[in-house]
């Protein structure tokens, strides 16, 4: 009796403190409009998934090729491999690659993948893939293990493989030798973020050809700018089977019209080789450009999609990429597939039953051993891993 009073009296008390700790109330899409991603340009509406992919998915790519990062190419003639390197590592547990990737027949460009494996698995693995800030060997290094947790993704069952993104396009504002976008330019105009999403791709076609990796179970991963990275190759490249944006903010999952946090001034001023010239009209003008962030994450439809926040990363703006990712589930849905639900979740707690999934993790900007495990687990559950 006294618990079931308790229980009652702390109810009532979070019923009266909801509208404290509820900071999306006054966010919500009835108070910042935002567009419609189901709605065409010429007013009629999308109403099935044949629809979507038919028609209108490919309107809303061209739509961020033209206006914000720039045309994704496509598979470069003379693409080729060659393998440097293999060797046990972790006691008995893994497998360790590294491969060239020759961007051309000569092999004057490339860069090189770092591959781990699970040396114990049946049959060829999924994988995650993604690029990394400081090179593949700084992956390695004690520090970055919570970034790079090798030894746990491999005893979950999964590969993983990363680049080094400046050995794909350096990350200057200031003209980059050396990148891709130097010497390889059949879209035209296209920033950073479309060089190393199509860097990611092109990952994705040596694993195609590695037969202790299963590519159709690809999971493309990134954090922060590399998150926006993911979400773009993603959008661009249907053969990834899954992805995750761990912080990726502004311009990555995050709806831009909130304009909380970094704002396309701040961004297109201090990384404007990120993006595509068009993008520079959009300065200060969030509503005009034509559509927003949840439609970057719609083009992942009905793939698994994870979005995850930190609670302190207030520059990428955590309840705007909880919002993005909630409208985004119009899309999911003509699949007849779940989102994620109403409600912006406390600290700590996925909302993962979906095919979309959301949490923020208390803390800084940063991919840590916690967000793995809740990527490992949801995305095993989608892809089925059981080992
Ligand atoms: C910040 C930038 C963000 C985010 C971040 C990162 O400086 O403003 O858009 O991408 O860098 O990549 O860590």
Partial sequence: MKTAFRLLAASMLSLLLLPCISPLRAQEPSV??????LQKPDGTRI??????????????????????????????????????????????????????????????????VLLHLPKTARGPVPVFVGLNFKGNDATLDERASSRWPYERILAAGWGVATAWRDEIEPDTPHGAEGGVRSWYNPGGDWGAISAWAWGLSRILDYLEGEPSVDASRAVVIGHSRLGKTALWAAANDRRFAGVVSNDSGCCGAAISRRKVGETFQAIDTTFPHWFTRAFDKYMGREEAFPGDQHWLLALSAPRPLYVASASEDQWADPEG????????????????????????PAPDTPDASGRIAYHVRSGAHDIKAWDWEQYIDFFSRWLSVND
């Fill in 32 to 37: 910042i409009p935002l567009p419609d991603v």
């Fill in 47 to 112: 109403r099935t998934a044949l629809e979507w992919t038919g028609e209108r998915r490919e309107e809303v790519l061209e739509m961020f090729s033209q206006e914000m990062y720039g045309h994704v190419p496509s598979r470069p003639e003379g693409l080729h491999f060659e393998e440097l390197s293999s060797e046990t590592v972790f006691g008995q547990a893994g497998i360790r690659k590294t491969v060239r990737i020759f961007l051309d027949a000569d092999g004057r460009h490339g860069f090189t």
């Fill in 321 to 344: 990429e909880w919002l993005s990712a909630k409208e985004a589930g119009a899309v999911y849905a003509l699949f007849g597939q779940k989102g994620i639900g109403e409600i912006y």
